[in-house]
């Protein structure tokens, strides 16, 4: 039986994830967006494209939620994203959008336990660990089926920028970003290399920390750049860990996990190295941190708590 994945949202995130999704041969795809018939349009301009592209996949889209029946992975970017003000120049934070994106999360997680209770969820909206929250309080789905695709994307951005400065392939480039997604995540010197050469014997301390700067600014100098967010690398990252799960291919891909101790924490999504198979997440990895990254977790840690926190969940 072909695989089914839903796209709740059509928007840039979720049609360019369509994209990548059909590329790889993953399975069918519905699309869904409350607006109007861009999802149908979408769809059928992408199913075109398969024979230039050399594709092979069932692409169908609609208005009206059903469409994502019986998914078994659905993937979630429906909300409102950040935008650059035409008159400040300035961008809302992630932290900023909870309330409006609440209500849209907590609409879009009771279709999907309506129309597919069995699925996988990956949530992409923002703030993304609240997010996650939201759909485990509404849809009571076991943890290991609600991932966050944060982890992927700002690990993705951390390699990029490191094989930028160095002038190596991307593919040589190994490393890890954890903690919450945005200005406090963590990325990990002591877990990043160069084809197994730690990366400290490449690159100073001082250029590494603009990097990982960078790196958790990366989302930011996208919307000053276009005004609104970025959705390529969001995308490839949220295919990569469909791909993951659908093939059972037990990838460790840091992504936003629900805790039950490790790391000391408990109760709470945020991302985590972890073993992503076809149930979901079926491990979440503790690596040995050194003092400055567990103090850098930690506070990344609280800072979610603090954004969970104003969900108003008990």
């Given at each position: 039986?072909q695989?089914?994945?839903?796209?709740?949202?059509a928007?840039n995130?979720g049609a360019?994830?369509?994209?990548?999704l059909?590329?790889k041969?993953l399975?069918?795809l519905a699309?869904?967006?409350i607006?109007?018939?861009?999802a149908?349009?979408?769809?059928?301009?992408l199913?075109?494209?398969?024979p230039a592209?050399?594709?092979?996949?069932k692409?169908?889209?609609?208005?009206?939620?059903?469409?994502?029946?019986?998914?078994?992975i659905?993937v979630?970017?429906?909300?409102?994203p950040r935008r650059?003000?035409?008159?400040?120049?300035?961008y809302?934070g992630?932290?900023?959008?909870?309330?409006?994106?609440?209500?849209?999360?907590?609409?879009?997680a009771k279709?999907?336990?309506?129309y597919?209770p069995?699925s996988i969820?990956?949530?992409?909206?923002?703030?993304i660990?609240?997010?996650?929250?939201?759909v485990k309080?509404v849809?009571?789905f076991?943890?290991?089926?609600i991932?966050?695709?944060a982890?992927a994307l700002?690990t993705t951005?951390?390699?990029?920028?490191?094989a930028?400065?160095?002038?190596v392939?991307?593919k040589?480039v190994?490393g890890?970003?954890i903690?919450g997604?945005g200005d406090a995540?963590?990325p990990?010197?002591?877990?990043?290399?160069?084809?197994?050469?730690?990366?400290l014997?490449?690159?100073?301390?001082?250029?590494?920390e603009?990097?990982?700067?960078?790196t958790?600014?990366g989302g930011?100098?996208?919307?000053n750049?276009l005004?609104?967010?970025?959705y390529?690398?969001?995308?490839?990252?949220?295919?990569?860990?469909?791909?993951s799960?659908l093939?059972?291919q037990?990838r460790?891909i840091?992504?936003?996990?629900?805790?039950?101790?490790?790391?000391?924490?408990?109760?709470l999504f945020?991302?985590?190295?972890a073993?992503?198979?076809c149930?979901?997440v079926?491990?979440?990895?503790e690596?040995?941190?050194?003092?400055?990254?567990?103090?850098?977790l930690?506070?990344s840690?609280n800072?979610?708590?603090?954004?969970?926190?104003?969900?108003g969940?008990?």
């Amino acid at each position: 039986m072909q695989n089914k994945i839903a796209l709740y949202g059509a928007g840039n995130v979720g049609a360019t994830t369509a994209h990548w999704l059909a590329q790889k041969e993953l399975g069918d795809l519905a699309l869904f967006d409350i607006y109007e018939q861009s999802a149908e349009g979408k769809a059928l301009d992408l199913m075109q494209s398969g024979p230039a592209a050399g594709f092979d996949a069932k692409i169908t889209g609609s208005n009206h939620p059903e469409i994502i029946a019986d998914a078994n992975i659905v993937v979630v970017s429906a909300g409102v994203p950040r935008r650059k003000d035409p008159e400040t120049g300035k961008y809302p934070g992630r932290d900023e959008l909870i309330k409006i994106n609440q209500v849209v999360m907590e609409q879009a997680a009771k279709k999907i336990k309506c129309y597919a209770p069995d699925s996988i969820v990956i949530v992409v909206t923002n703030p993304i660990e609240a997010m996650c929250h939201v759909v485990k309080e509404v849809t009571g789905f076991p943890t290991e089926r609600i991932i966050g695709q944060a982890g992927a994307l700002d690990t993705t951005r951390y390699k990029a920028f490191i094989a930028m400065e160095l002038g190596v392939s991307v593919k040589d480039v190994n490393g890890l970003v954890i903690g919450g997604h945005g200005d406090a995540m963590v990325p990990l010197p002591t877990h990043t290399t160069i084809s197994g050469i730690p990366i400290l014997d490449l690159i100073s301390e001082k250029r590494l920390e603009e990097i990982i700067h960078r790196t958790a600014h990366g989302g930011g100098e996208i919307v000053n750049l276009l005004g609104y967010s970025s959705y390529y690398a969001a995308a490839a990252a949220t295919a990569q860990t469909i791909e993951s799960i659908l093939k059972d291919q037990k990838r460790l891909i840091p992504s936003v996990v629900y805790t039950q101790g490790e790391y000391g924490y408990t109760d709470l999504f945020i991302g985590l190295p972890a073993i992503l198979g076809c149930n979901g997440v079926e491990k979440i990895i503790e690596l040995n941190l050194d003092f400055d990254e567990k103090a850098k977790l930690d506070h990344s840690m609280n800072a979610v708590k603090d954004v969970v926190a104003l969900l108003g969940y008990n």
